[in-house]
């Protein structure tokens, strides 16, 4: 009846929960691409940098299409040190980016079904914990946020930790054996979760397993020791993502920004009506989407990080069944508690707990906490699905929330409905006060059909449970539980999530066909400013694909080999952020280009008549394709340099008026003698080629000598060779690299190396090994101990 432990139970789980998930996201599956979000913005273009790189047989360690250049492997987000990292060389472009997304939300249901047959569900229930969670509205909208590998494996860390808890409450001679075991189990969970790199999902799983621990074990002291003794194991097991990870990350602006946007994307608890109700809140498709009016985000804009949320009243009613077992009450407060800290800011628990405990500083937006909170209600609602349609113990009780559920969610929306136009209006009148494009009346009727769909799946969870007591009706009531229960949150998030043709996604946008290709050469410049005017409603999401491709929002030149300015990295250094915060908002639009070596601009009405450049192509919505004279080359020797004591300085000195005039001058920063750099005469252009991100060669003539610059940025893990012998590298206007040359012909190569990425994946290597032969040696004392 239960596949408690049982491989073949739980692969006929996988091969159902496959099917499902298929079925559910066919359409992007066949044919299709994500597109809201960060999908086509960020998601696709690190995809197409991953895929080339590793199909090449080369590490991603450099991207050089975003901004003037960021760290590629060392910011775990791009998921190449994930255990599924690899399939990017296998899976290129958009539709391999959704096989490998919907792929992360099988390894998260199958967890979820795991940790649900750990807490006793049979094999109907353990599916039905593994299709309410990866099936559900977060699961299922987080992945346009490229979320899916940073919640694949916390049901996992739910799992082992739950499997701690019995081994820690086991007596015996084989109890030591059994905790260290399951401690094993524990660190690769927690390990692989770290190798996604999210911080704050991975605290949660920690936190989730610390509820698991507390909640289900008779010795919660030790078994907490053994969580902390598996995090530290974890912490060698992923040491390929993390060395990089920390070396990266004490020179990005995550550091530095760290309580910027603390407040930003917390759960509001208007939203908590959405776990019941599908689309309470609107659509996000279209812009209907009520939450920008009725709980805007700082700044405006969307105010949550998840599209949707919706869990589904018949689950969260089978959660609260179960949970009336003394056993699996504290699972239930601890998802309380999960639930406090996804409201952020709005409550006075998670700022508190952030000031203390420093690692939660880290992270950005609260609200992914929600998620510990959904596994366990998930694992819970598989309990109470088996006790209900396999065991048939359900009890009036729950056949009357049933009915109550489904009645207070007919009630709401057909109320909406009768007062749609007072509802739109007064929406509609908000948004306008908040400059917020809304379609209201569209959010309205989003809503209105949402409560209908959840009142529709509600109502067939009571009838269901009714036909569960009739002897030869179980499976149909089983079927017919299921299909409420999932089929509003499936619904929700195939209308939800948009989906453009695939042919759409990969073909080149108009706006970059004056641009010629550069194969083999480091990508030509774009400078398009943040933000854009944005019509009030798209039609579908060929519509939204148009839309934003043609704005070029914002990584969207780096898919076709242009490098986009300043594009969208949540890793740059701080050097970067200095320079787009405080320094370029002081330069013109003239030196900028001819300074930083932008050779295009694409700006929107008004701006575009106020640049001064002239323009090459008209694009829609106002967009104007601009070229920039007199633009320094990529790679040029300047016999004129001057010194600046700091970064800071140099940076400075770079937006200084009338700076422009004279592209020959650089300026270098930092300590240590420097020979006089005052010859007169013109930069001389470079060749530059660059067959991959990491490499960059550098041919030049050096008629007087001096200082060959690299319009790169420079960052820890770039070393030069200059004809053939190891150079230092200089820092160059604040952002760029520069290396001293005597008069003559040269060759200079510039390689990147990300630190701490070779000596972190030594000692992962290492750590799996021993790992496994860990894991070895107490299976066979297992085997061959007495009984």
């Given amino acids: 009846m239960t596949p408690r432990g049982c491989p073949s139970g739980l692969a006929r789980v996988a091969l159902a929960l496959a099917a499902l998930l298929g079925l559910a996201w066919a359409p992007v599956l066949l044919g299709g691409a994500w597109v809201q979000r960060d999908a086509l913005r960020y998601m696709l273009p ?38 599924l990292g690899w399939l990017a060389a296998a899976l290129p472009g958009p539709g391999g980016l959704a096989a490998w997304s919907v792929l992360h939300l099988l390894v998260a249901g199958l967890g979820a079904a795991a940790f649900a047959a750990r807490l006793g569900a049979a094999r109907l229930g353990a599916l039905f914990a593994g299709a309410s969670l990866a099936l559900g509205g977060y699961a299922g909208s987080v992945l346009v946020n490229g979320l899916g590998p940073a919640i694949a494996w916390t049901p996992w860390v739910a799992w082992a930790a739950e499997g701690l808890a019995a081994a820690a409450g086991q007596e015996g001679p084989h109890r030591r054996r059994a905790l260290a075991a399951a401690s094993a189990w524990l660190a690769a969970a927690l390990a692989f979760q770290l190798s996604t790199g999210e911080p704050l999902c991975a605290l949660g799983a920690a936190y989730l397993a610390g509820v698991v621990l507390l909640a289900r074990s008779p010795r919660r002291l030790e078994a907490l020791g053994a969580l902390a003794a598996s995090g530290a194991a974890a912490l060698l097991l992923a040491a390929v993502a993390v060395l990089p990870a920390a070396a990266l990350l004490a020179g990005s602006s995550r550091l530095s920004e760290r309580g910027a946007q603390a407040g930003s994307w917390a759960l509001h608890p208007l939203r908590l ?15 209907g989407w009520l939450a920008r009016a009725l709980a805007p985000a700082p700044g405006g804009g969307e105010p949550f990080w998840s599209l949707l949320l919706h869990a589904g009243a018949p689950a969260l009613l089978l959660a609260a069944w179960a949970g009336r077992e003394r056993r699996l009450r504290g699972l239930l407060a601890g998802s309380g508690l999960l639930l406090l800290l996804a409201l952020g800011a709005h409550t006075p628990v998670w700022p508190a707990w952030r000031a203390v405990f420093l690692p939660e500083q880290l992270g950005r937006y609260a609200e992914k906490h929600v998620f510990g909170a959904l596994v366990l209600w998930s694992a819970l609602a598989g309990v109470g699905f088996t006790r209900c349609f396999e065991e048939r113990r359900a009890g009036r009780g729950l056949r009357a929330g049933a009915w109550a559920a489904a009645a207070g969610l007919a009630a709401a929306a057909l109320g909406l409905g009768a007062l749609r136009p007072v509802a739109a209006g007064w929406v509609a009148a908000r948004a306008q006060a908040l400059a917020l494009p809304l379609d209201a009346a569209g959010g309205v009727e989003a809503a209105v059909r949402g409560g209908l769909a959840g009142a529709a799946g509600a109502a067939a969870f009571a009838v269901a449970l009714g036909l569960a007591a009739r002897a030869r009706l179980g499976g149909l009531a089983a079927g017919l539980a299921a299909a409420g229960a999932l089929l509003p949150s499936v619904g929700l998030v195939r209308s939800a999530v948009l989906v453009a043709p695939r042919a759409l996604v990969e073909s080149r946008p108009a706006a970059l066909a004056p641009i010629p290709a550069s194969p083999g050469r480091p990508p030509p410049r774009l400078m398009r400013p943040e933000g854009f005017a944005m019509r009030t409603r798209v039609e579908d999401g060929a519509d939204f694909a148009r839309l934003f491709r043609e704005a070029l929002e914002p990584n969207v030149p780096a898919s076709f080999g242009v490098a986009a300015l300043p594009g969208f990295e949540p890793s740059e250094s701080r050097r970067a952020l200095r320079f787009w915060a405080t320094v370029f908002p002081r330069m013109t639009w003239e030196s900028l280009t001819r300074l930083c070596g932008v050779e295009w601009v694409y700006v929107q009405r008004p701006m575009s008549e106020a640049t001064g450049l002239p323009a090459i192509a008209a694009g829609p919505d106002g ?106 590298i200089a820092l160059a206007d604040g952002l760029f690299r520069a290396v001293q040359v005597e008069p003559g012909r040269h060759r200079a190569v510039f390689r990147y190396r990300t630190p701490g990425l070779r000596l972190g994946a030594a000692i992962s290597l290492a750590a799996w090994a021993a790992w496994g032969l860990a894991l070895t040696r107490l299976r066979r004392r297992g085997r061959a101990a007495p009984g």
Avoid: I, K, Y
Wanted: with cysteine.
């Fill in 273 to 287: 009506v959405e776990l019941v109700w599908p689309g309470a809140l609107g659509d996000p498709a279209g812009q």
């Fill in 46 to 83: 690190a995809w197409q940098v991953a895929s080339r790189a590793l199909a090449a047989g080369r590490w991603p360690e450099w991207m050089d299409g975003v901004g003037f250049g960021a760290a590629f492997a060392a910011n775990p987000v791009h998921a190449v040190a994930t255990p």
């Fill in 623 to 728: 967009w104007s394709l601009q070229r920039a004279p007199g633009v320094r080359p990529r790679a040029f020797v300047t016999p004129r340099w001057a010194r600046a004591a700091t970064e800071d300085e140099a940076l400075s000195l770079l937006a200084a008026d009338g700076r422009e005039a004279d592209p020959a001058l650089v300026v270098l920063a930092g300590p240590g003698p420097l020979p006089p750099g005052g010859a007169e005469g013109p930069l001389v252009p470079c060749e530059a080629a660059s067959p991959e991100p990491e490499r960059v060669e550098v041919r030049c003539e050096a008629p007087r000598g001096g200082q060959l610059v690299l319009l790169d940025e420079l960052a820890d893990g770039w070393t030069a060779e200059l004809d053939g012998r190891p150079a230092p």
